[in-house]
T-cell receptor
Framework: AQSVTQLGSHVSVSEGALVLLRCNYS??????LFWYVQYPNQGLQLLLK??????LVKGINGFEAEFKKSETSFHLTKPSAHMSDAAEYFC????????????FGQGTTLQVKP | GAGVSQSPSNKVTEKGKDVELRCDPI?????LYWYRQSLGQGLEFLIY????????KSGLPSDRFSAERTGGSVSTLTIQRTQQEDSAVYLC??????????????FGQGTRLTVV
């Protein structure tokens, strides 16, 4: 069965520090991988997605993620955190030719300290 | 409209009452999804509509939950005899070509349901 695991429900960094949010997936078929961000009282916004092209994917707001098949990982990074990055981040997976149904990780809340 | 629209944004209901939540997808999007976001459960898939095909109802938690999509556009999620554990944020999403490489699901802002 396919699943997504996000390590760490809460991550706290200082403004200007590196952001690293971890995501591992379990799948028997090649996945599509996504990171979504949710700001308070808002819906989900797509940050970036991996769809079997380049393994290093650049998204909005300076975020990027690298697909590592050998590690079944798709960790999200940003070199320098900004206060406005404080939000909840969700990793998700879907599959080619499927319904597009997303399977989500449990989410990671990012806190950015001044 | 420009995005996925959901209404109401907030709903408080008494235990045992029925509620209807509405989703208006992006024009031209053939696929529509409902998800539920609750504390301790994360984001759970509920139901999926694609064109005129039979919906995928595999995520509906009980027979108190149902959904329909009229005319391939607006969708209504109905919860009958609401229970306190139904309290959650219900998110709707739509996409143009589900399962294709470059597709993306666009989410509405959600309906926060509180059952008291």
């Amino acid at each position: 069965a396919q699943s997504v695991t996000q390590l760490g429900s809460h991550v706290s960094v200082s403004e200007g520090a590196l952001v690293l949010l971890r995501c591992n997936y379990s799948s028997s078929v090649p996945p599509y991988l996504f990171w979504y961000v949710q700001y308070p009282n808002q819906g989900l916004q797509l940050l970036l997605k991996y769809t079997s092209a380049a393994t290093l994917v650049k998204g909005i707001n300076g975020f990027e993620a690298e697909f590592k098949k050998s590690e079944t990982s798709f960790h999200l990074t940003k070199p320098s955190a900004h206060m406005s990055d404080a939000a909840e981040y969700f990793c998700a997976v879907s599959f080619s030719g499927n319904t597009g149904k997303l399977i989500f990780g449990q989410g990671t809340t990012l806190q950015v300290k001044p | 409209g420009a995005g996925v629209s959901q209404s109401p944004s907030n709903k408080v209901t008494e235990k045992g009452k029925d509620v209807e939540l509405r989703c208006d997808p992006i024009s031209g999007h053939t696929a529509l999804y409902w998800y539920r976001q609750s504390l301790g459960q994360g984001l759970e898939f509920l139901i999926y509509f694609q064109g005129n095909s039979a919906p995928d109802k595999s995520g509906l938690p009980s027979d108190r939950f149902s959904a329909e999509r009229t005319g391939g556009s607006v969708s209504t999620l109905t919860i009958q005899r609401t229970q306190q554990e139904d309290s959650a944020v219900y998110l709707c999403a739509s996409s143009f070509e589900p399962g294709r490489m470059n597709t993306e699901a666009f989410f509405g802002q959600g309906t926060r349901l509180t059952v008291v």
